[in-house]
C-alpha cells in the first residue's frame, strides 16, 4: 500500500501528498463571474486543511460557456486581478491550486448566457429541456482560442497549474461523446475526430503557457448512457493528449441525465468507493502520464490500496463537509469520511454558498 502522504509531481510541481480536491463549483462569484473573498477563503481554507493541490470550481472561458450561477469566469482580462485573489490566499496557506477551465457548449440555459447554447450538433440537452445549436467551424475556432486566452489569465494570476474540463457533459465532453457529436465533418465521426476539439483545446492551452507550465484535464472515461462515450473511445483521446504531452489526466465519468451513473453517485460502503477506478487503471495502462482518479473516496484505507496502481485520488464532496479531513488523517486518524454523498452540497452552491446540507440542517 502506498502511504497517502508520499509525494508525487505533476510536471514540474512537487505535490506533498496523494489527495487532490476535485474541482466543485462554489456558486459565490458575482453575477459577471468576479471571485469573491468567499471565494478564496473557502479554496485557502483546504489548503490549512492539508489537501496536496486543490482545483478551484470550473471558471468559464467565454460568455456564451458560462454553465452556472455563481460561476467563476475567466474570459476577460480584467478577471486577472480578482483571479488572483484565490492564488494569493492559497499560498499563503502553503497550498498549491490550480483553475479549472470550462465551456459548457450546450449544457446550460439560454436565459443565463442570453442566446441559444451551441453545441456540437443541434439538438435537445436532455438534462436541460434546452434546444442547442450547432457551432460552425469558425465559432470552434474561437472558443480554441478562448481556452487559450483564458489559460494565460489563469498563469497571469499566480495559479500553479491550469486544468481542462472535458468530463460531465460540458462542451469538451460533448464533442467527444457520439450521442451529442452528430457531426460529418473533421470534429465528428470516429472517436479520433470526436477528439480533435479536446487536442486542439489543449495545444492552443499549451502554447499559450509555454512548455513547463503545468497543464491537465478531467476527463470522462464513459458517459454511462446508451450510445454515449465508451472507455475505449476515452482510450483514443488520452493517448492523443499523452503523446502531445498532457501533464495528468483526472479520469472521472457520467453525464448529468446518466440517472445511477452520474458524475457525483450515492457511496453507502467501502465497495462502493472508487467508482472509476477500473477505468482509471486502464487508462493508466495506456499512457505515461500520471493518473488520478475521482469519485467516492471516503476512507483512507480504499484510497492508499488505490495508490498502488494510479497516482493520485480527487474528492469532491467530503471535502465541503470537511475540509480538513486530509490534516486528520495526517494527524493519525483513521476514520472515513463523514459524508453521506447526499449531492445537498449542490443545492447550497445553487444558493451562493457551498456547504454541507447535512450540517446546515442540523444547525438549523
Ligand atoms: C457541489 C458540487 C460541485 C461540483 N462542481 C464541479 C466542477 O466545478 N467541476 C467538475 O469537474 N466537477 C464538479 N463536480 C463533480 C465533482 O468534482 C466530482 O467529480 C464528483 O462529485 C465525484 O466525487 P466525490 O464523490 O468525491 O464527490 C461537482 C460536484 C458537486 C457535488
Known amino acids: 500500500m502506498t502511504d497517502i502522504f508520499t509525494p508525487w509531481r505533476l510536471g514540474r510541481l512537487e505535490i506533498p501528498n496523494r489527495v487532490v480536491r476535485s474541482a466543485t463549483w462554489e456558486g459565490m462569484a458575482e453575477p459577471d463571474g468576479t471571485p469573491t473573498q468567499e471565494t478564496a477563503l473557502l479554496t485557502a481554507g483546504l489548503a490549512e486543511g492539508g489537501v496536496g493541490l486543490i482545483i478551484t470550481g470550473f471558471a468559464y472561458v467565454s460568455p456564451h460557456g458560462k454553465a452556472l450561477m455563481g460561476q467563476t469566469g475567466a474570459y476577460i482580462d480584467a478577471m486577472v486581478g480578482p483571479l488572483t485573489r484565490i492564488s494569493d490566499a ?12 470550462v465551456h459548457a457548449g450546450g ?5 443565463w448566457i442570453g442566446r441559444q447554447p451551441l453545441g456540437p450538433s443541434a439538438m435537445r440537452n436532455p438534462a436541460l429541456d434546452q434546444d442547442v445549436e450547432g457551432l460552425s467551424q469558425g465559432q470552434i475556432e ?17 495559479f500553479d497549474a ?9 462542451l469538451l465532453s460533448q464533442f467527444l461523446s457520439p450521442f451529442t457529436n452528430r457531426r460529418e465533418d473533421e470534429y465528428g465521426g470516429d472517436a479520433e475526430g470526436r477528439s480533435r476539439l479536446t487536442w486542439q483545446v489543449y495545444r ?14 478531467k476527463l470522462n472515461s464513459t458517459d454511462g448512457i446508451e450510445g454515449g462515450l465508451t472507455l475505449e473511445d476515452a482510450l483514443i483521446c488520452a493517448r492523443g493528449l499523452d503523446q502531445a504531452g498532457i501533464d495528468a489526466i483526472e479520469v472521472s465519468g457520467g453525464v448529468p441525465y446518466a440517472g ?3 458524475p457525483s453517485r450515492l457511496v453507502k460502503e467501502p465497495a462502493q468507493e472508487g467508482y472509476f477506478l477500473e477505468n482509471a ?5 495506456a499512457v505515461k502520464c500520471p ?17 498502488d496502481q494510479v497516482d493520485a485520488v480527487s474528492i469532491c464532496r467530503p471535502l465541503v463537509r470537511q475540509p480538513d479531513l486530509v490534516n486528520q488523517w495526517k494527524a493519525g486518524s483513521r476514520e472515513p469520511a463523514q459524508c453521506v454523498s447526499c449531492g445537498g452540497c449542490f443545492a447550497t452552491a445553487r444558493n451562493g454558498h457551498l456547504a454541507c446540507k447535512v450540517l446546515q440542517d442540523k444547525e438549523a
Open 90 to 101: 492559497v499560498h499563503k496557506s502553503g497550498g498549491l491550486v490550480s483553475i479549472q477551465l
Open 281 to 285: 487503471k486502464v487508462v493508466k495502462a
Open 142 to 158: 474561437d472558443i480554441v482560442e478562448d481556452f487559450a486566452l483564458a489559460a494565460a489569465r489563469s498563469k497571469a494570476a499566480g
Open 107 to 111: 449544457q446550460t440555459k439560454a436565459a
Open 162 to 170: 491550469v486544468q481542462l474540463h472535458g468530463a460531465h457533459g460540458y
Open 291 to 307: 493518473i488520478i482518479v475521482v469519485g467516492g473516496w471516503r476512507s483512507r484505507q480504499r484510497i492508499e490500496e488505490a495508490l
Open 260 to 262: 445511477k451513473k452520474s
Open 204 to 217: 492552443a492551452v499549451r502554447d499559450a503557457v509555454g512548455p513547463g507550465f503545468p497543464v491537465f484535464i
